[in-house]
């Protein structure tokens, strides 16, 4: 949090144009009005940018339209393999003599309205749901959802 006053002059918004002796000068894209955004995944910038991120994220979609947000928000955060190398006995847990890496394993996120808590992994981004007011929190068999479903491919037939 100490860090995030240095980002104040970001925004969603592009920058203004600049007039430099009457020669105007555009933006060069839209989305340099984030220009600056910390993109290393370094947890204090991860953090940054899910700060920034979800200050500007709109509020008025349907409940479906903010999962989708939600995750596309998360989506920002993942460690895609290879981008944090582990080395072998390293400080970070790099196991026995190999050099590993990490991943995101898994993405959660939850609609505290609905009680629904929606779950992405890895190996299947595919989202998976726990409605919450659909089971017996009262007890009873204990109920288990295995995460490792395969991903499921609509194909496309000529």
């Not at 009457?22 to 060069?28: E, R, V």
């Not at 460690?79 to 790099?94: D, E, H, Q, V």
């Not at 990490?102 to 981004?125: C, G, H, M, R, S």
């Amino acid at each position: 949090l100490a860090a995030a006053g240095n980002y104040a002059n970001l925004s969603a918004m592009p920058p203004a144009e600049l007039n430099v002796n009457g020669l105007k000068l555009p933006p060069a894209s839209t989305g340099g009005g984030l220009h600056g955004l910390p993109g290393d995944f370094l947890s204090t910038s991860r953090f940054i940018r899910a700060l920034m991120l979800s200050q500007f994220a709109p509020t008025n979609l349907t409940t479906k339209q903010q999962v989708g947000t939600a995750f596309r928000l998360l989506g920002q955060f993942d460690l895609p393999p290879g981008s944090i190398l582990l080395p072998p006995g390293g400080a970070f847990g790099g196991a026995g003599s190999t050099t590993t890496y990490e991943i995101t394993e898994w993405t959660v996120a939850a609609d505290q309205k609905n009680l629904v808590y929606y779950i992405q992994t890895y190996d299947n981004p595919g989202l998976r749901s726990l409605n919450f007011d659909q089971l017996p929190l009262d007890g009873g068999a204990i109920k288990v959802m295995p995460l490792d479903q395969p991903v499921q491919v609509t194909v496309l037939k000529p």
